[in-house]
């Protein structure tokens, strides 16, 4: 986190550069039209076959809701949606294929890991969560790997942690609380650990790689390694003590060797000590509030 990166883009302006009550309000109208859109497209899915092409496209449309919040968002606050989010900064292959790495080292230390949790809940009464998804591998394909990255990416990292990163004092601290905002956004605790985990790692990498496309390769490849695992490996796999041994071993590996053999991009952003801006009452209630609400949806999903 106290890397010296390189200095931004000259023709980035720093006058619009976002803040914590650009995290806050962009999370919180996020969050009440992701709330919305599953309302509405919920009961859709609920009148039509599980697994059908309409219950298929109310899940993208959901995905591709959130992306259309982050862009109206620094549309409304002008701001160029393209530039803020650091999509005109081509992705870096050393810092993406490094972090693709640790994801996917990661994936396979948090399986095993998920499962033995789950079995202690069941052992205390809970039921055991689960994605829930129907196993059809091309439409998985289709709308549950590329789509979720580009418009998750948008908010979470575009948007959400380089507001928290540049409006918080303490850098190390927003990367956790921007990953704690991700996993706590899907409401799934089946993946509320990994998810925590991947949260933290993409922010990382936008700070240091530059680029938003380096997070959607990166999330992109979670998602499809998952996919793909799902249809692929036996499920003995996903339990071994081997499995979690060697994903633990290459993902802290990996990570370590990212952070002192990789040295941060050309198009790396230092927030340097840019003074805090104070709560701006109305992003900061809007923030609690869907907060709140999300912590409740968790809950329910137990």
Same mark, same amino acid.
Do not use: C, D, R, S
């Given at each position: 986190m106290n890397d010296k990166h390189a200095a931004a883009s000259p023709e980035r302006d720093d006058s619009q550069q976002l803040? #914590?009550?650009d995290a806050f309000m962009c999370f !919180? /109208? *996020?969050a009440l039209v992701y709330v919305a859109l599953s309302a =509405? &497209? !919920?009961s859709v899915q609920n009148t039509v076959e599980k697994g059908s092409a309409v219950w298929w496209i109310c899940l993208v449309v959901t995905s591709l809701g959130l992306g259309a919040c982050a862009a109206v968002y620094l549309r409304c606050t002008h701001r160029n949606p393209w530039k803020q989010a650091t999509l005109d900064v081509a992705p870096n292959? &050393?810092? *993406? =294929?490094?972090v693709c790495v640790c994801v996917l080292g990661l994936m396979c230390f948090m399986a095993p890991l998920t499962n033995w949790i789950y079995d202690l809940?069941? #052992?205390a009464g809970l039921p055991r969560p689960s994605v829930n998804l129907p196993r059809q591998l091309v439409p998985l394909l289709l709308t549950a790997t590329f789509v979720p990255a580009v418009c998750e990416e948008l908010v979470f990292r575009g948007v959400v942690a380089q507001g928290l990163v540049r409006g918080m004092r303490n850098k190390t &601290? @927003? =990367?956790v609380v921007s990953g704690a905002l991700f996993s706590l956004f899907h409401a799934n605790p089946a993946q509320t650990l990994h998810q925590f985990a991947v949260g933290c790692l993409l922010s990382v990498l936008l700070i240091r790689g530059g680029s938003l496309w380096s997070c959607v390769i990166v999330h992109f490849v979670n998602n499809l390694a998952a996919v793909v695992c799902e249809f692929v490996l036996p499920e003995a796999v996903f339990t071994s003590w081997i499995t979690c041994l060697v994903g633990g071993v =290459? @993902? /802290?590996g990996s990570f370590v060797a990212y952070i002192l053999l990789v040295k941060p991009a050309p198009h790396a952003f230092d927030p340097g000590e840019r003074q805090t801006t104070p709560f701006a009452p109305v992003p900061t209630m809007l923030f609690a509030l869907s907060v709140v609400v999300f912590v409740v949806l968790w809950v329910v999903a137990l």
């Open positions: 803040n #914590k009550n !919180g /109208i *996020t =509405v &497209l !919920g292959p &050393l810092h *993406t =294929v490094f809940m069941e #052992k &601290l @927003a =990367v =290459v @993902a /802290i």
